[in-house]
């Protein structure tokens, strides 16, 4: 913002085990977009598709990149969420052998399977070994008469886009052949996604033996005895997430849910088809000391759909049972528990589910990596850049500039661990670039600057104002940055004398992703703006870190910031004020939609705004908009969050919230309007980004 605005003054005023970690987008979000919100690329990029014989410089499509959600999203046991084997290369692979090689290796592999790969002998189960992404082609990527096993101590795996099937052995309560689609025994940091797992010899899937932090989602399981079994333990220390799966014509564990700390079911369809030979003898069922939330799930035609023993507990909420019999039992003397203390989560609507999950489950035919008319995208290049000299460049400004001006396809700036003492400005004619940290997590790499609106610039032509303050200035359509840090440490203690507003990084453009980033600040920390006042520019933050203490989230850009968390920060002199947000929209567009995140920080309590109404200069056609929604509000948050500014009265603008929690909510008032449900049913992060799905190519 302008050096001249005002700025406050400084008298204004759980689980050990568990760490909340960036999760990929919530379910009723387009593929593309859950793809762009967790993406982080493989070192090699090429064409994908190629041959085994090419593969050791495959690309992988964005969905085969992406990381989890619910609990296998979570930091603990020394693993960092599940991403698979992003880190490594990527090989494409279409027969049993190379299969076999690449998934039993020790290092980390993006495997995308081409083919249909017949198991010999049949029942084999592939002993997966630790950081793998195991990914299906399309539809083509088929695993016929066998599956997977991953045993003790294995962790960070992916399995996707697969069709499993056909490993029965003609007995239908098969209790001869151990013959399932995926076997866990003690692994850990498991995503299961978007499968097509039936007609195996004895189950689906069986996660056993303290397998922990496991993710189930968009799965179609079928024909089958036997679904999903877990357990095969007396100890209650696992932790798992079942979410969006089509389980239809099984008869039994679907799931059994044994001796499982922290079980969170919800938005799944679970389907007996009417004049079949297959019967369901029970649907979800909370076994030994399991501790279940059970949620917005569908139930039709079944007998017995949710069952729990006397020792479990089982809380049922928002679910629909059509044509059942039998029990539908729930209660117990466990604790009720929260799942978003430990990761963000969205529910559908339950009227919604048979439909979507009917649609939507299984593999996908496009991963990103065609067109709409098949025909296939360019392949990203790759510049890297590394401090100690191993990369094409040394500075990331350096790689921005050998990137052609006007460059027609995408540039990924591939910027290894370290940190980087440097200014970056990527031009407006110089789209479709990601700059992208390679570490395993985006406090690897630090690209860090620290100058102020109101320092002179080394040449003597005046300060450099409030935007051109910014370490990062991302002014190109289309552009990404992506797993890393970026930080303004001026230290606002030393220089009192001049404008403090110090930017960390800037936006300028339309269609703009931030992911699993950190930006780090004090005062402008965050500045959203576009190219022009009259032009569009949309901003999609996702699972990232955004720390300030004065209008840290400002502009007049379209922004969403989703799943994140937004840390407050205490002033030079050690004093809790502030605002999040300093929007200054024009009219008739969207302005900042905080969505699904958190809002805290070690400050006090009731000491930070979520926002006021910036008119730049006194403008008086803009209309500022803020809207906070289900986002979780610390203590620190006012309890009349809005402020005026610059002589504007913030209710004249557009600020809001809707279904917020925590110490920092508040009922609807004159001082804090709140959305009504078809009001906030008009402002979605798809209301906000219009006919742009974001994607990670």
């Known amino acids: 913002m302008s050096a001249h605005r005002s700025t406050g003054t400084g008298t204004e005023t759980g689980k050990p085990r568990h760490r909340r970690r960036r999760t990929a987008l919530a379910a009723g979000i387009p593929l593309a977009l859950t ?6 690329y493989g070192t090699d990029l090429g064409l994908f598709g190629a041959d085994s014989q090419r593969t050791a410089s495959a690309a992988a499509p964005a969905w085969a990149t992406a990381s989890a959600d619910g609990f296998a999203s979570v930091d603990a046991l020394g693993q960092n969420g599940t991403y698979g084997g992003r880190d490594g290369k990527t090989v494409t692979v279409k027969t049993l052998a190379d299969l076999e090689k690449y998934a039993t290796a020790s290092e980390p592999y993006v495997i995308v399977v081409a083919a249909t790969i017949n198991m010999d002998p049949v029942g084999k189960e592939i002993k997966v070994q630790s950081n793998k992404t195991i990914i299906g082609s399309g539809t083509s990527g088929q695993i016929v008469g066998g599956g997977f096993f991953l045993g003790q101590g294995v962790h960070n795996v992916i399995i996707r886009n697969l069709t499993i099937r056909d490993a029965y052995q003609g007995v239908w309560n098969d209790k001869e052949h151990d013959y399932d689609g995926i076997q866990m025994d003690g692994a850990h940091h498991v995503w299961i996604d978007h499968n097509d797992i039936r007609h195996m010899a004895d189950g689906l899937i069986d996660s056993r033996k303290d397998t922990t932090y496991l993710t189930v989602s968009w799965n179609k399981l079928s024909q089958e005895n036997k679904a999903f079994g877990i357990g095969w333990t007396d100890n209650v220390t696992a932790d798992i997430t079942i979410h969006h ?6 008869e039994q564990r679907n799931p059994s849910t044994d001796n499982v700390a922290h079980a969170h079911l919800y938005n799944n369809f679970l389907e007996d088809v009417a004049g079949t030979d297959i019967k369901s003898s029970y649907g979800n069922y909370a076994r030994g000391k399991t501790n279940m939330l059970l949620e917005n799930s569908y139930f039709q035609g079944l007998t017995n759909p949710v069952v729990r023993d006397a020792t479990a507990t089982l809380v049922q909420r928002g679910n629909v049972l059509s044509g059942t019999t039998g029990k539908n039992e729930s209660g117990g003397s466990g604790a009720a528990w929260d799942p978003k203390k430990y990761y963000s989560y969205t529910l559908d609507k339950t ?47 350096a790689a921005v500039d050998a990137v052609p001006a006007n460059n027609p396809s995408r540039v990924v700036i591939s910027v290894k661990p370290g940190t980087y003492r440097e200014v970056v400005k990527v031009p407006a004619n110089k789209p479709h670039v990601t700059i992208q940290g390679s570490g395993a997590s985006r406090k690897d790499t630090t690209i860090v600057y620290g100058n102020a609106a109101g320092m002179t610039k080394p040449d003597g032509s005046g300060t450099y104002g409030t935007p051109g303050s910014a370490t990062v200035s991302v002014l190109s359509d289309d552009s990404q940055v992506r797993n890393l840090t970026v930080t303004n440490d001026f230290d606002e203690s030393k220089h009192q004398d001049i404008a403090n507003q110090a930017v960390a990084l800037l936006t300028q453009a339309d269609k703009i992703v931030l992911d699993g980033v950190i930006v780090n600040g004090d005062q402008d920390t965050l500045e959203l703006e576009t190219a022009a006042k009259d032009k569009l520019g949309r901003v999609y933050i996702s699972n990232s870190y955004i720390t300030g203490n004065v209008d840290f989230i400002f502009g007049r850009a379209t922004v969403v910031v989703d799943k994140s968390v937004i840390t407050l920060k205490k002033r030079w002199n050690g004093t809790s004020a502030g605002y999040v947000t300093a929007p200054s929209t024009p009219a008739n567009r969207k302005g900042i939609l905080i969505n699904r995140s958190s809002v805290n920080g070690d400050v006090s309590a009731a000491s930070f705004y979520l926002g006021r109404n910036w008119h730049p200069g006194g403008d008086t056609t803009v209309d500022p908009q803020t809207t906070v929604r289900n986002t979780t509000l610390s203590a620190a948050v006012k309890s009349t969050p809005w402020s005026d500014m610059g002589g504007f009265s913030w209710k004249d603008d557009r600020f809001a919230e809707y279904q917020n929690t925590g110490a920092g909510a508040g009922a609807a008032s004159s001082n804090r309007p709140q959305l009504t449900a078809a009001q906030a049913a008009d402002q979605e992060v798809a209301d906000w980004l219009g006919d742009w799905t974001p994607s990670a190519s």
Not at 35 to 40: F, I, R, S, V
Not at 371 to 390: F, R
């Open 35 to 40: 793809a762009a919100g967790t993406l982080a």
């Open 351 to 397: 009227a919604d589910v048979p439909s979507l999950l009917k649609s939507g489950t299984g593999p996908r035919s496009s991963l990103g990596t065609t067109t709409s008319a098949n025909t296939t995208k360019a392949a990203a290049t790759t510049i890297t850049v590394a401090a100690d000299g191993s990369g094409q460049y040394r500075t990331v400004q």
């Open 245 to 250: 799966n089509w389980i239809r014509e099984t």
